[in-house]
């Protein structure tokens, strides 16, 4: 192995080295505390722009339901059936697992890989919050379909709150994390009664009478907002499913459910999924109909809740955005070993803010979502296939570690070139993850095979 | 003891203050108040949660550093 990669996989698993053995039985915690911990997941700032994008998608209140309803249980079978029995085997995180496989080489790619994904979600977060703090200063926020910055008012509010979510990520990350873990219920809170709010708005009356029919006139009415694209049930249901792609299928909850007694404690992750992205979804696109279909999260949070709505707003982009450039920046530090944490967070931070500035982060949300989970997937794959599909056909497994090989080039070759054909595929950008997941399974078992065989 | 009690007190008070949070709008949407009542009541029941619930210590240690999700 080169020196200069021995030096840089030396520094990363010197980072990483904390969670390096397994987790040992007196480690491991109950169903209670796994539930307790995923009920206060997947509320973050961008709930407020995925559900309210979903109302200018046109999408149907009929589709929207039953998506959301199967697309959830999709991604929590997937948590149970796919993440956690790996990682109860193994009680190994996704980072040491997959560079017994990959090598350290691949391992550290992944990072980077991770580590640039991270930044642009912050970035989508701070842009979130910019809205928000904007709407008290009078600056619009960009029309749909926005790339560059719409003014520079839009840009120094951007600027400020990437400056400030950056400085207290290094002046206290965990210290923030705590205080996140108190907000994360109350922001639901604010989903939820921003909802109940706006509904009198359009036209609900208090009986819930005619609820239905205002959802499928008012609010889901199947109708696009001029230049959105059209979307149906399909859609709904694969992005609920493809949400969280790169925790599921892509294995990175592996961290957390090494820790787990049993791999059944997957299905407790529907105690985060169905508040976070089932009624969270659906509470956005009630406040996005009452605002007269303007993607402007600050709004629609201020008209629904007030000032605590768009305090709500700006937590949630805070509070979301912090942990995001703590990891982002651990990623990072593998590559510059002897900086101090402080300044590869200020880094991350800047990279985060300048990409804030650019609303086609926010604006594209979803399909930068869907991309997300899409990159990472193969890997995921990848670590499927060595870990269950091996054994039965009798493939070695682990050769990376085996051998020391710094790169195990078929499983790059094959991360690669899964994204490849997935990004060229005759598909909507959508339903591209689930053939590229087969793909990537078939070629890395068999390319492996190939390999033994010579 | 007398910290026990403390907490239990905070922590109360603390569920109280989200169950307003919740109540506010309902009353709201069912006539019972004004919309800037319900304003109001929304956001001095969310100061007091998290003066509260950081009282009370309602934070969770997780089991293992994850990464944040969309």
């Known amino acids: ?454 | 003891m007398k910290n026990r009690i403390l907490r239990m007190i905070t922590g109360g008070l603390a569920l109280l203050s989200l169950g307003v949070c919740l109540a506010a709008p309902i009353l709201y949407f069912l006539g019972r108040i004004s919309e800037d009542s319900y304003k109001t009541a929304f956001l001095i029941a969310s100061i007091a949660w998290f003066v509260f619930a950081i009282a009370r210590g309602f934070v969770r240690k997780p089991p293992a550093e994850r990464e944040p999700m969309p």
Request: overall charge positive.
């Open chain 1, 1 to 454: 192995m080169p020196e200069r990669w021995t030096k840089l996989t030396a520094a990363m698993d010197k980072l990483y080295e904390f969670d390096r053995e397994a987790v040992t039985p007196d480690k491991f915690q109950s169903g209670g505390k796994f539930a307790g911990l995923f009920a206060g997941e997947h509320v973050a700032a961008t709930e407020f722009v995925i559900g309210a994008f979903f109302v200018l998608h046109g999408i149907g209140a009929r589709d929207l339901l039953l998506g959301l309803l199967i697309g959830n249980l999709l991604a929590v079978l997937s948590w149970t059936f796919v993440c956690a029995p790996i990682a109860v085997r193994t009680r190994l995180t996704l980072y040491w697992y997959l560079r017994k496989i990959a090598g350290p080489g691949v391992t550290l790619i992944y990072n980077i890989a991770n580590a640039f994904l991270y930044c642009v979600l912050a970035g989508a977060m701070i842009s979130v919050s910019a809205t928000a703090v904007g709407l008290l200063f009078g600056i619009p926020v960009p029309k749909l379909g926005a790339i560059l910055p719409s003014s520079l008012g839009w840009v120094l509010i951007s600027v400020a709150l990437g400056a400030a979510f950056t400085t207290m990520a290094i002046l206290g990350f965990a210290k923030l994390s705590r205080f996140a873990e108190v907000a994360s219920p109350w922001i639901f809170f604010v989903f939820i009664a921003g909802a109940v709010a706006a509904l009198p708005r359009l036209g609900v009356d208090p009986s819930l009478d005619n609820f239905w029919q205002v959802a499928t006139t008012k609010i889901w009415n199947g109708v696009a907002a001029a230049g959105q694209e059209k979307l149906g049930f399909w859609h709904v249901l694969f992005f609920a499913w493809f949400c969280n792609l790169a925790m599921h299928i892509g294995l990175s909850d592996m961290a957390l459910f090494r820790y787990a007694r049993k791999w059944t404690y997957g299905l407790f992750t529907a105690f985060g999924v169905y508040p976070g992205h089932m009624l969270a979804w659906i509470a956005s696109g009630i406040m996005v109909a009452a605002v007269g279909r303007e993607m402007h999260p600050g709004l629609m949070a201020y008209q629904a809740a007030g000032l605590a709505g768009i305090a709500g707003v700006l937590l949630a982009g805070w509070t979301t955005a912090n942990p995001t450039l703590y990891r982002a920046g651990l990623a990072l530090q593998t590559i510059t070993p002897n900086w101090p944490r402080w300044k590869i967070t200020l880094i991350a931070g800047t990279a985060t803010t300048i990409l804030a500035c650019f609303p086609v982060f926010f604006l594209k949300l979803l399909d930068y979502v869907a991309i997300y989970g899409l990159v990472l997937m193969p890997i995921g794959a990848i670590v499927f296939a060595e870990h269950w599909v091996f054994p039965i056909l009798g493939i070695e497994q682990y050769q990376a570690e085996k051998r020391g090989w710094a790169f195990n080039w078929t499983a790059l070759v094959v991360w690669l070139g899964t994204l490849g054909v997935a990004f060229a595929l005759p598909l909507h950008l959508y339903f591209r993850w689930l053939p590229g997941w087969f793909i990537a399974l078939l070629a890395y078992t068999g390319l492996m095979a190939a390999r033994r065989a010579k």
